[in-house]
């Protein structure tokens, strides 16, 4: 049976406030400006002392509760001096005797930062260090002041302690009912995301579960998604770390469209996949690159993968794998881009996008590992798919070489270049390359022999030569007519996975045209 409670007040006077802080960040400040409003300070362990050092007049928990904090930590704020304070309907009359028969003292305002479990699960390798930073108590006592937030505040995010602080400063230290809500509807999110990520961290340590939950926090609302009677939105993935699309800054430029976006995130992981110390420039059209080069420096990097389709990269992507310089920007400007991705830019680099008002630069502050784990999903009718992300990563030590010809050191670099493209096209793909840069590119037919025929089309259509090159399949040949295709192109050495019931016929091809072939062993489709 529903308790029926009289309906809460609009605004509430802030008297008592709990402040339970892992990140310190703040606390102090805040602290300073409720004592300000005469507001009861309460606090735990660390963040009660951070306050006492500042001068700030503070009550620890354990005088609340009569308990001692205990237990390595784990226990001190689950009792009913805590949770009563925040669950107490207080114009409830049963609520308001319980409360005086015990001598609970209501809480009106409460801050928790949590445990940084998130934080603790990407950097540990210990899963009891990892454990440990499970939070309970914190979550409960979010939980109870949310539930009862017609007439407890919470604040569960130290991103936006500041901001509720200010709001009581500049309402006398009163909260509406309708604000109250909206810190209960965050703070439930908070615990949500928090709970979310625990999961995840056991399902990956336990080998699955039975469920799985995507949870993101809200960046924007889109102006229409891959066409325009389609509705979208950008969410940021619960304790999404990784560097990219989703935590870069705009610097300069209109918003950011759902193509954008895809396309952004596509680029800029091809990118990462080539050492830092490299120049690697990346310029990617629907979601596929259609030029790929490294060099001694970006500009050189740029126009170097310009060259393998200009056409193409018209109002394309630039991905960028080291901070964007001047000279590279006036060299990307020249040609309509959609939008520019690096992990930092020069001042003078910033200007020169600037003066180009519909070109976007994003930036990123660092680049994403290709080698972390991480999971990647997919909608289909009435569920989703899961998988690991794709971390493969084939050296030269990987490559098993199945041809009487053995690939020269120039060869397996532009094999192992090739390939690395190759995982970033869409299936099925083959792409030649030479020298760190790609020559052309086929993606997304069905068949690879057709692939191969649009990858040596493009390359002609540019004047490129292709005479000498290497040749990357994402998956194996199912026939030698693909490999065929790609030798009487000018490929001289290939790579692909290998694992064909015709791997033999294959191999006899190569050896017939005196073609030096490797197997990685791995496949790298990409739908």
Not at 318 to 338: K, M, P, R, S, Y
Request: charged fraction near 20%.
């Amino acid at each position: 049976m529903t308790a029926a409670f009289p309906p809460p007040p609009d605004r509430v006077k802030v008297r008592r406030a709990l402040l339970s802080a892992s990140d310190k960040t703040g606390v102090v400040q805040a602290g300073r400006a409720l004592a300000s409003l005469g507001v009861e300070l309460v606090s735990t362990g660390g963040t009660a002392r951070a306050l006492a050092e500042a001068g700030l007049t503070v009550r620890d928990v354990s005088e609340l509760t009569g308990f001692p904090e205990m237990m390595d930590g784990r226990v001190k704020t689950l009792h009913p001096a805590v949770h009563g304070g925040l669950l107490a309907v207080r114009d409830a009359p049963a609520h308001a005797k319980a409360a005086a028969e015990h001598d609970i003292r209501y809480i009106d305002f409460l801050y928790i930062d949590l445990y940084p479990f998130e934080t603790a699960a990407i950097a540990s390798t210990d899963p009891a260090e990892v454990i440990e930073q499970i939070d309970i108590g914190g979550p409960a006592m979010i939980r109870s002041g949310a539930k009862n937030h017609g007439y407890v505040a919470v604040c569960s995010d130290r991103r936006s302690l500041m901001d509720v602080v200010v709001r009581l400063l500049e309402n006398d230290g009163e909260t509406t009912l309708h604000y109250r809500r909206e810190l209960a509807a965050a703070a439930f999110r908070r615990t949500a995301f928090y709970d979310l990520a625990i999961a995840g961290w056991f399902a990956t340590h336990t080998g699955g579960g039975k469920a799985a939950t995507i949870a993101g926090t809200l960046i924007e609302h889109l102006r229409y998604g891959e066409n325009p009677h389609q509705t979208a939105s950008f969410y940021r993935a619960s304790g999404g770390e990784r560097p990219g699309v989703a935590s870069a800054r705009l610097i300069s430029g209109k918003p950011l469209s759902y193509n954008n976006i895809a396309d952004a995130d596509a680029a800029f992981e091809l990118v990462a996949e080539f050492d830092r110390g490299t120049s690697a420039v990346a310029v990617v059209k629907h979601a596929n690159p259609c030029g790929v080069a490294v060099a001694d420096s970006l500009a050189h990097a740029y126009r170097r993968a310009l060259e393998c389709d200009p056409v193409s990269a018209f109002g394309g992507v630039v991905a960028l794998n080291q901070a964007l310089d001047a000279a590279t920007a006036e060299a990307i400007v020249q040609v309509f881009t959609e939008v520019i991705i690096a992990p930092e830019a020069s001042d003078d680099a910033v200007d020169v996008v600037r003066s180009r008002k519909n070109v976007r630069l994003l930036l990123t502050g660092d680049l994403p590992d290709p080698a972390a784990p991480g999971e990647v999903f997919r909608s289909v009718a009435g569920g989703f798919l899961v998988q690991g992300r794709d971390t493969a990563r084939i050296t030269a030590a990987d490559l098993r070489i199945v041809t009487r010809r053995r690939p020269t050191d120039a060869e397996i670099a532009d094999m192992l270049f090739a390939f690395t493209v190759a995982k970033h096209v869409k299936s099925n793909a083959v792409v030649y390359a030479r020298d760190g840069r790609t020559l052309g590119v086929g993606a997304g037919q069905m068949n690879r022999r057709d692939s191969a025929r649009i990858a040596a089309m493009r390359a002609r259509d540019f004047g490129l030569d292709l005479t000498g090159c290497a040749c990357a399949s994402e998956a194996f040949f199912p026939f030698a007519d693909g490999l065929i295709e790609a030798v009487e192109a000018g490929a001289t050495a290939v790579i692909q996975p290998g694992g064909s019931i015709r791997d033999a016929e294959v191999i006899a091809a190569a050896d017939a045209r005196g073609v030096a072939m490797a197997f990685t062993g791995v496949r790298v489709f990409r739908h």
